[in-house]
């Protein structure tokens, strides 16, 4: 099982939006998919509960309930078979909690939104995370995407100097589109939308969906993906 966390400590930055679009994706290719939800306010379980009856099966895990409960571990199951695993973290996520979601990590995906408040606040997430979060070094895949980016805010120029430094990949840059309010107000992605009124979209995700392609082998040893931790640690 691939399992992907979609996270970033900073709210409103896009982890529902890439977790309910990168799951919706890989349901419409027949993986078997699941969604775990940490998130109190549960926005990916209530995208889920608001798909078409038609629509690909993703399987809901809540992870949102207290820590040590047989509830939470009931509700956090995910079948046996599932082959694709992602998980929407909430924000300002740190602690233990942060450590549990990262054990269970191979891939994870950290959206940024294009604001300077944003862009730092990211950065001293990314430095907590690779500090204290627990990463597996050379196992755990790191990177960053923009999201809601908007033609008139090239401001990503310090964050992408500060990940190079770190060796971890800027995928690509989405842009602020009214078909991912749209997906997320009908229960769907953009990988399950008329394709005539998604192009421009699904291009620009393309990036995240190759960097997730667990059958590309030699990505792990690509030095990009491998994180730099001495540095992180010297306060990049
Ligand atoms: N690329 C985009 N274009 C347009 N709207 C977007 C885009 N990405 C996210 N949004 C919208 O921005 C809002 C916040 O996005 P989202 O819920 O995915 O963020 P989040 O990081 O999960 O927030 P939270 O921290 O509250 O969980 C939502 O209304 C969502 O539909
Ligand atoms: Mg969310």
């Known amino acids: 099982m691939q399992t992907i966390l979609i996270i970033n400590s900073k709210g409103g930055s896009g982890k ?8 919706s994706y890989f349901a419409g290719t027949n993986k078997k998919t699941a969604i775990m939800d940490y998130d109190p306010q549960g926005s990916s379980l209530h995208w889920l509960k608001i798909r078409s009856k038609g629509a ?22 995910v079948p046996g078979d599932t082959e694709k695993l992602i998980i929407d973290a909430p924000a ?4 233990v909690l942060l450590q549990e979601m990262v054990k269970k990590t191979d891939y994870i995906i950290i959206p940024v939104a294009p604001s300077a ?8 997430f990314i430095k907590d995370l690779l500090l204290k979060g ?23 120029e310090p964050l992408e100097r500060f990940l190079q430094v770190l060796s971890l990949p800027f995928l690509t840059k989405i842009s602020d ?23 421009k979209e699904r291009k620009e995700f393309e990036p995240i969906l190759n960097w997730l ?24």
């Open 177 to 199: 589109s009214d078909q991912y309010i749209l997906a997320a107000e009908q229960g769907t992605g953009i990988f399950e939308m008329d394709e005539k009124d998604v192009a």
């Open 213 to 236: 392609n667990p059958d590309a082998d030699q990505q792990t040893t690509r030095p990009e993906n491998v994180v730099n931790f001495d540095r992180a640690r010297n306060g990049v």
């Open 134 to 156: 627990g990463i597996r070094k050379q196992k755990t895949k790191v990177a960053v995407v923009a999201n809601r980016v908007r033609k008139t805010m090239p401001i990503y």
């Open 117 to 124: 408040i944003d862009i730092h606040a990211t950065a001293c």
């Open 56 to 77: 690909n099966t993703i399987h809901a895990a809540d992870a949102a309930a207290q820590k040590g409960t047989l509830m939470r571990s009931l509700q956090m199951y």
């Open 16 to 23: 529902t939006t890439l977790a309910t679009t990168i799951a």
């Open 92 to 95: 300002g996520v740190d602690g």
